[in-house]
């Protein structure tokens, strides 16, 4: 079966320190990768999206960047944290070829104080 | 663009009640269509996932429908109980390799 982890579950950093956020996928090969964010009030909103090694694609122009070094793992990262990149983020994957239901990680709290 | 609404923000219901959350999308030519439960401070939790040539699917107590041409889907919930209470997310794919557009949820509150 398929599983996905992401962490830390919790993080609490200061304004302008780097951030790394991690994902992986077990048990299958190939998988659509996702980061989300979801912000109070505002509903989840679509940072960036990977159909394969190498390939990102960028949704909302920030400070925020994404890598996909290895087929399963997808890591958010950002060299200075602003504030306003306090959220719920969370790590989701699918694939075409297990009829492209999405699953998602238990996500992480992120505060920048 | 699509765009997803989903009425009502919130809903309170007495336990045992059957109920209907609504869910609307801009663009027709989805590729399918998926249901979420959130519970607070989680992630998200698939319910039921309609590709575009199904009308319906159902788990347990869960039903849900899509009708392509109106631009709609509902999520029925039968006999609600305490522990439905959360947050449903509707959320739609226009292409295999498309993300996900979502709601912004309906957050169901079941009282016993």
């Known amino acids: 079966s398929q599983t996905i982890h992401q962490w830390p579950a919790t993080l609490v950093q200061p304004v302008g320190s780097p951030l790394s956020l991690e994902c992986t996928v077990e048990?299958?090969?190939?998988?659509?990768l996702y980061w989300y964010r979801q912000a109070a009030g505002r509903g989840l909103q679509l940072l960036f999206y990977?159909?394969?090694?190498?390939?990102i694609s960028s949704e909302v122009p920030q400070n925020l960047s994404a890598s996909r070094p290895q087929d399963r793992q997808f890591i958010l990262s950002s060299k200075k944290l602003l504030l306003s990149d306090s959220g719920f983020y969370l790590c989701?994957?699918?694939?075409?070829?297990?009829?492209?239901?999405?699953?998602f990680g238990q996500g992480t709290r992120l505060t920048v104080v | 663009k699509q765009e997803v609404t989903q009425i009502p923000a919130a809903l309170s219901v007495p336990e045992g009640e059957n109920l209907v959350l609504n869910c609307s999308f801009t663009?027709?030519?989805?590729?399918?269509l998926q249901w979420f439960r959130q519970d607070p401070g989680k992630g998200l939790t698939s319910l039921l996932l309609?590709?575009?040539?199904?009308r319906e699917q159902t788990s347990g107590r869960l039903n849900a429908s899509l009708d392509k041409s109106s631009g709609r889907s509902t999520l029925y919930i039968a006999a609600s109980q305490p522990g439905d209470s959360a947050t449903y997310l509707c959320?739609?794919?226009?292409?295999?390799?498309?993300?996900?557009?979502f709601g912004k949820g309906t957050r169901l509150s079941v009282i016993a």
């Open positions: 989701a994957w699918s694939s075409q070829s297990l009829g492209t239901e999405a699953f």
């Open positions: 048990g299958t090969s190939n998988p659509n």
């Open positions: 990977s159909v394969g090694i190498g390939q």
């Open positions: 663009d027709s030519a989805i590729y399918n």
């Open positions: 309609i590709q575009s040539s199904q």
């Open positions: 959320a739609v794919q226009n292409s295999g390799n498309t993300p996900l557009v």
